[in-house]
Structures are given as structure tokens and as C-alpha cells.
């Protein structure tokens, strides 16, 4: 008996016999139901709450309903000729504003070779552009607008171009509209050329 049980177990696939013998190995293993276990994420949460409660209840019987946040760091009396006093509190703010204000400071003093060269070039790719954009009539700037936009929307967004860019012109605005396209343009420039090794780097990483 024993050996015809061994002879049908080898001419079983090698699953079967994985099977077989996890089945066999487990015999012996009693499963809890999952109705009875508890989760490790909801003993989390109780024991969360619980500390939560309890900080709430002492914060409340402590420091009252009004607590405020400890903002200040230190506060200094300094007496007045008058016999009175004047507090200075230094805030986790001034000390904020004050460090950001002296890094600014330093990087335009010790930068200024740098912060002025760029400005010289954005200066000079800020004048070319208006040149080029002013060097076009204002009606064949629209035909193209028009265009491009029919090409990329449809008559509605023709419609809606059209609209904008002739109201523009009617209000006396199309030479600062010119002015705030080539400022969309050198920023755009600008971005690109620093995000663009930026990106390439942080990818590399």
C-alpha cells in the first residue's frame, strides 16, 4: 500500500509534489480564523488616539483653551530715563526675516560681479526681442496669432485671440503687451537654461 501511495507521488508533476508536501508539512499547524486577529494598524491607531487624548486633556487643564505658541525666544528689559521700562522680545520671526535678510545682503555684495553680468545679458536679449517684435506691424502680428491659434483650437479660440489682442491694441496697450512678451520670453529662456541641467542632474542621481 505504502509503495503504490510512493509510486503515485513520483509520477506526479514537481508542483503537485510541492503541494503535497506543504500540504503535509502543515498538518500539524492550526490557523487562526481572521475574525480573531487584530490588526497591527488598528492597535496604532487606539494607542494613537490614547496620546492624543491625553495631550489634549493636559494642554486643556494646563495652558487653557487660549494657548498660544511659544513665539518668543527671549525678552530683554531695558529701563527708560522716566523710571519706566520698554521689553524687547526677539521672535522666532525677526530671527527668520533677520538671517534672510543678511544672507540677501551678503549674496548682493559678495555676487554683484555675477547679478550684474546676467543683468547685462538679460538686458541685452530683453532689447533685441522688443526689436524684433516691434519691427512687425501690429496687423500681421495678429494674422499670426490668428492663425496659430485656429490651427491649435479652432474658431473658438480664433475668436477669443482676435478678440484679446484687438482690445489690446484699442486700449493704447500694444507696446506693453510687446514689453511683457519679451519679459515671458527671457524668463522662460532663463528658466530653461537652468532647470534644464538641473533636471538632467537630479536624474543622473
Given at each position: 500500500m505504502n509503495k503504490s501511495v510512493l509510486v503515485g507521488m513520483d509520477a506526479m508533476p514537481e508542483s503537485s509534489k510541492?503541494?503535497?508536501?506543504?500540504?503535509?508539512?502543515?498538518?500539524?499547524?492550526?490557523?487562526?480564523?481572521e475574525e480573531r486577529q487584530v490588526p497591527r494598524r488598528l492597535k496604532s491607531v487606539v494607542v494613537g488616539w490614547a496620546i492624543v487624548l491625553v495631550v489634549s486633556v493636559l494642554a486643556i487643564s494646563v495652558w487653557g483653551?487660549?494657548?498660544?505658541?511659544?513665539?518668543?525666544?527671549?525678552?530683554?528689559?531695558?529701563?527708560?530715563?522716566?523710571?519706566?521700562?520698554?521689553?524687547?522680545?526677539?521672535?522666532?520671526?525677526?530671527?527668520?526675516?533677520?538671517t534672510i535678510d543678511n544672507a540677501v545682503q551678503w549674496m548682493t555684495v559678495e555676487g554683484n560681479w555675477v547679478f550684474s553680468n546676467l543683468s547685462d545679458?538679460?538686458?541685452?536679449?530683453?532689447?533685441?526681442?522688443?526689436?524684433?517684435?516691434?519691427?512687425?506691424?501690429?496687423?500681421?502680428?495678429?494674422?499670426i496669432v490668428g492663425m496659430v491659434s485656429y490651427t491649435v483650437g479652432g474658431w473658438k479660440i480664433l475668436?477669443?485671440?482676435?478678440?484679446?489682442?484687438?482690445?489690446?491694441?484699442?486700449?493704447g496697450l500694444w507696446d506693453n503687451m510687446i514689453d511683457t512678451i519679451a519679459l515671458m520670453v527671457v524668463a522662460v529662456l532663463v528658466a530653461i537654461g537652468i532647470g534644464l541641467p538641473l533636471g538632467v542632474l537630479a536624474a543622473r542621481s
Open positions: 510541492q503541494i503535497s508536501s506543504l500540504s503535509i508539512r502543515g498538518a500539524g499547524r492550526i490557523e487562526v480564523p483653551s487660549d494657548m498660544d505658541f511659544p513665539t518668543t525666544v527671549s525678552r530683554t528689559e531695558i529701563k527708560t530715563d522716566d523710571g519706566g521700562s520698554v521689553f524687547l522680545e526677539k521672535t522666532i520671526r525677526k530671527i527668520t526675516a533677520s545679458v538679460v538686458a541685452v536679449i530683453l532689447t533685441n526681442i522688443e526689436k524684433v517684435l516691434n519691427w512687425f506691424p501690429w496687423l500681421a502680428i495678429v494674422a475668436t477669443f485671440s482676435l478678440g484679446a489682442l484687438l482690445y489690446i491694441g484699442f486700449m
